[in-house]
């Protein structure tokens, strides 16, 4: 990486070696002051049509080779088709800027987890910990598995994540994962050990692997130290959890898929359950007594007898559970507290202290009190209630998982009925637009250049479409590596930008295969009603439009409208021309312009 610096006020450079300089523009946004280094780009403050946002510059040894590039466009359109989620940051555009490649997302604020981590490190000597804290730790893994639930990143990292003053959590750099994997593979950047194993072997991203980078995140937040072989469990050197959080590392980031857990948001409630509500801190602020707050001589008995069952593994053992759950309940002596943090609760009864048990109110960390002799000891290590709270745990976070298996089903039948919907829906469309450009064509109405007639609230609509053109070809001064303006003080021409989120290769109609042109015409005419409809409903009288069909889909897959990618008459002309089917081509895209009017 070229890039230099770690802090917004630090001058980035593009890996070329020319710097962007503020005021610098790419496409629709002005460059601003730098961000942050990644490993694959570097992240720039910008500003777009629509207000602030955050752009992000490919680096040149990055963005030159294919398989990469190729990479990071189809990571790009997968980030900018996705819903809005509270966790994600939202992709806005991408383009091809003589030799820059560049990703535009909505507007950050904060600190990356990276430097987070850094600035722990650098005062580590002082607080004696680099990690994060086990609270920080817990949201941070929460949100990001939230995040990352039924999407797939692949390439997470503790640069992947910036944290807001407020705490908010987000992931800032989906669309770069399946580019900085490839980046990985092609040994243009190093292996990150946060990368799960059978994705580094190639792979595609997937859930568990996402758990596997997410259980590495874990490590690093608590320790302070990235995950490796070898190092230091967190129990060892993290003040207050025990080795329950080993063992969900463990899983987490075990080589074998099938070992981890198998969704990503399903280790975040694992784990908040673990750091955020006491399940794998420790008690050790609290004085160790000889004898737990006594609950009576018959129940000291008793739970002397159920220690002593659970030890030998005796088949009596449930009876004995029983014999102290009996006598327990027939105790309504209100004389036990109970201390949550800095708070105290009760008087209760040992009653309804197991009542609260059961239902998950009380558990492991909380300290029962006697107020009668001032007794305190944790619960979950009590003799008698320490069973008891680790079968209602069990028992709650059993429910909690069947809970989840079902929404997840549920959800994913939805899906399906959703889909079959969809496809009904638009195979029935297909069949009335059949039926209205069937009836709508007339004799000689193809050489005149009229390609059909729609019914609009009962007049005749009718449309001219002229024949396609291809686009002139780039200035060679302006294709990437040319001899173009280069960075550091202006522009380039509007020329020399390619179609956003498009990506598409400058010799287009060169030395790739592409379409005739009065092939593509055949195809497009017949939708002339439709397209000639979207006009009348908008208001358009006229329309110029830029296509890219894709050679082997035979599939439109960019649309410009009157040189603009928005508005409501660009959103239904693409809505048509997506659904568009030409003939296929081995490789290659094929651009053509024309006009419609009515």
Known sequence: MTAVGTTSGTHATHASGARLQPGFQLGEYRVGQPLWPLRIADAYKAEGPKGPATIYVIHAKISSNPTVRDQIVAGTRAAAALPEHKHLVRTLAAGLTGDILWIATEDLEGSLVKDLLQKKRMGSARAGNAGLGTRATGNLVVGVAAALGDVHHGALADESIVVNRAGRVRVIDLALGAGTIAAMTAGLVPHDSSVAPEVLAGGAPSGPGDVYSIGALLYECLVGAPLERGGPRPSEVVQGVNSQIDDLVARACHKDPDKRFGRADVLGEVVGEALNKGGAMMTSAVPTLSTAPSLGEQQVSLAAELATAAASGSMNAATTVDRALATALADSNEKWLISKGKLDYGPFSLADVIAQIEKGEIVAGNIIMDKDSGARVDVGTHALLGP???????????ARRAQAEVAVQSRDKKKGVALYATIGLGVLGAAVAVYFIISAVRGDEAAKKVAGIEKVDGASLNVKVTMPKAPAKRPGGHRPGGGGNRPGGGSYTKGSEDM??????????????????????????????????????TGAGSASIGIIIDGPSGRVTFVKVDGKQGGATWACLNGVLRGMKFPTLKSGRTRAEFDIGI
């Open 388 to 398: 008891m709270v680790d079968q209602a745990r069990q028992r709650i976070d059993d």
């Open 500 to 537: 956003s989120l498009d990506m598409s290769d400058e010799d287009d109609g060169g030395g790739s295969s592409t379409l005739d042109m009065g092939t593509v015409y055949n195809v497009y005419s017949h939708f002339g009603g439709q397209l000639g409809g979207c006009l009348q409903r």
